[in-house]
């Protein structure tokens, strides 16, 4: 059985750096294939893909975000970690994290989300 | 970047509908693009992959097509539970998008 949850800080001010967490069971990121993405959601508003890393530690991320996103992963604790810098009251969403089993497939289980608010 | 353009924005159907999402992007994806069921304060769920392979447990009810840039998601007899916002997402490229979303209301 695979879950995901997202863990961090519910409110964060302006200029901060974000450090979100996925602590994720039931599938292992070195399998080859797999991969764990982030993906986010402002109140009331659509779906935005952050960023995605591989089992190979492969990682991509939105054209609009890359200066200020890193993603990680350790393995050995099943954590895929995303860093956002430079935090602003305009990235106020929920964030999700999602599995996806191979290469050419879809995010299949996703996490329940995190709420983080920027306000100072 | 591939952006992905859903129409309409908001749907009002019936129960018993037959309901059509088109989802259209900005080059071609091949037939890389999955449809996505979410209702409120939770996460999406994957219906369709692929563009048209439905994924597993999901009603045949649903049902996608397309290739290109054009694509569509069919629910073809609208039911209560149904009743949500549907996001499509292409995964060809090395990044990937969702599309704005579609809700479906009940008329």
């Known amino acids: 059985q695979i879950t995901l949850k997202e863990s961090g800080p519910t409110l964060v001010k302006p200029t901060q750096t974000l450090t979100l967490t996925c602590t994720f069971s039931?599938?292992?990121?070195?399998?080859?294939?797999?991969?764990v993405g982030w993906i986010r959601q402002p109140p009331g508003k659509a779906l935005e893909w952050l960023a995605l890393?591989?089992?190979?530690?492969?990682?991509r991320y939105s054209p609009s975000l890359k200066s200020r996103l890193t993603i990680t992963k350790d393995t050995s604790k099943n954590q895929v970690v995303l860093t956002m810098t430079n935090m602003d009251p305009v990235d106020t969403a929920t964030y999700y994290c999602?599995?996806?089993?191979?290469?050419?497939?879809?995010?299949?289980?996703w996490g329940q989300g995190t709420l983080v608010t920027v306000s100072s | 970047d591939i952006q992905m353009t859903q129409s309409p924005s908001t749907l009002s159907a019936s129960v018993g509908d037959r309901v059509t999402i088109t989802c259209r992007a900005s080059?071609?994806?091949?037939?890389?693009l999955a449809w996505y069921q979410q209702k409120p304060g939770k996460a999406p769920k994957l219906l369709i992959y692929k563009a048209s392979s439905l994924e597993s447990g999901v009603p045949s009810r649903f049902s996608g097509s397309g290739s290109g840039t054009e694509f569509t998601l069919t629910i073809s007899s609208l039911q209560p539970d149904d009743f949500a916002t549907y996001y499509c997402q292409q995964y060809n490229s090395y990044t990937w998008t969702f599309g704005q979303g579609t809700k479906v209301e009940i008329k």
């Open positions: 039931g599938f292992s990121l070195s399998t080859s294939g797999v991969g």
């Open positions: 890393i591989y089992w190979d530690d492969d990682k």
């Open positions: 999602a599995h996806s089993s191979r290469p050419g497939y879809p995010f299949d289980y």
């Open positions: 080059q071609s994806i091949s037939s890389w």
